[in-house]
């Protein structure tokens, strides 16, 4: 089978995508047609010619105000069920879904308006196709702590549907230590906990994220190869990072694909896994991410498998879920050979 087939086949998990940044360009016009948002594109073309990034402020611009379009509970519905449709056609039979809840809150859109139509759509592919999935609350760590805590707040009528949170936006300037009460409240309802750490922000990030917040999971982790000893730290805890190739080249974390670092981390036996993070604006969902390091780098079936593997091992499913698609994988790998 070749390499492109098996990509497709193989049954993947994703644990780093912003439901915000899966929203299509067709998507955002329609709905800035529906609710009268002024949009600076007059069409989809344009959407997608402003798509040029040099780092992660430029590109976090664009999707808050791309993310202004979503208004009432059928918009967040068609938002999730495209992201889950996709998921379908991509073979990933589990995703742990980030969304951003102040970036609706501090538009006067509520828990109540966003909850529902995430949950709904979550709920018919499940019914629809067995579509597993999970949502990580993530706060904007370019605003105050206390802000973040504000938001937790108002999240209690929810928790029981949410996994984990997550910590996203501009990383410079913003370390993991500045959210250390709210991580802690988190930890205390039993949530699990990850972040951004190392995306352009320094390996002291990551040490932070890992020390001071306790997560179970870093969020992208490239510069962590910087620092020898934090390398082992990550090894030695089979710490797992959710690395987004595509992102990382459009980003500019890194010049192109072939610079990339995920190779080198698996082979070091780091627990990397491929993600798509903002797919809509980064040119492609998951197997795009897969494909694309596969041009760079030429991959083998057993460094695809093992990523995929990764993916299921770090994932937030229980135990006896994570066993049954590990030996799917094996038996989908063996019958392949
Ligand atoms: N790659 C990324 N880094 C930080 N915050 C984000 N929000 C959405 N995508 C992000
Ligand atoms: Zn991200």
Not at 122 to 143: C, D, K, N, P, T
Request: with cysteine.
């Amino acid at each position: 089978m070749s390499i492109e087939s098996l990509i497709q086949s193989l049954p993947k998990a994703e644990l780093h995508l912003h439901i915000e940044g899966s929203l299509e360009p067709e998507l955002m016009m329609h709905l800035a047609q529906k609710h009268q948002v002024d949009l600076p594109y007059k069409s989809i073309e344009q959407v997608r010619k402003a798509y040029q990034f040099e780092d992660l402020q430029s590109f976090l611009d664009l999707y808050y105000l791309g993310a202004s379009v979503l208004i009432d509970e059928q918009d967040f519905y068609q938002l999730m069920w495209q992201y889950l449709c996709q998921c379908r056609a991509q073979n990933i039979v589990h995703t742990e879904i980030m969304f951003d809840p102040q970036t609706h809150t501090h538009r006067g859109i509520g828990f109540d308006i966003f909850m529902p139509g995430f949950l709904r759509a979550m709920e018919v592919a499940y019914q629809q196709w067995g579509q597993s999935s999970q949502l990580i609350l993530s706060f904007l760590r370019h605003l105050p702590e206390q802000d973040a805590i504000d938001t937790f707040v108002q999240a209690q009528p929810y928790l029981h549907q949410v996994t984990a949170v997550g910590l996203d936006s501009s990383e410079l300037n913003h370390p993991p230590t500045k959210f250390k009460s709210v991580y802690a409240q988190a930890a205390k309802k039993g949530l699990k906990l990850v972040a951004h750490a190392g995306e352009e922000g320094p390996p002291e990030y990551i040490w932070e994220a890992l020390n001071e917040l306790q997560v179970d999971r870093i969020d992208h982790g490239v510069r962590s190869i910087e620092d020898p000893e934090l390398v082992q730290t990550l090894i030695n805890k089979q710490m797992p990072l959710t690395v987004c190739p595509l992102s990382n080249t459009k980003l500019c974390v890194f010049d192109d694909m072939t610079q990339h670092n995920i190779l080198s981390m698996l082979e070091r036996d780091i627990l990397v896994t491929v993600n798509s993070d903002d797919p809509s604006y980064f040119g492609g969902y998951l197997n795009e991410n897969f494909l694309a390091l596969h041009q760079a780098f030429d991959l083998t079936p057993a460094q695809l498998i093992q990523l995929v593997k990764n993916s299921f091992k770090a994932s937030f499913l229980d135990e006896s879920k994570k066993r049954y698609w590990l030996a799917k994988i094996d038996e989908f790998a063996n019958n392949t050979d």
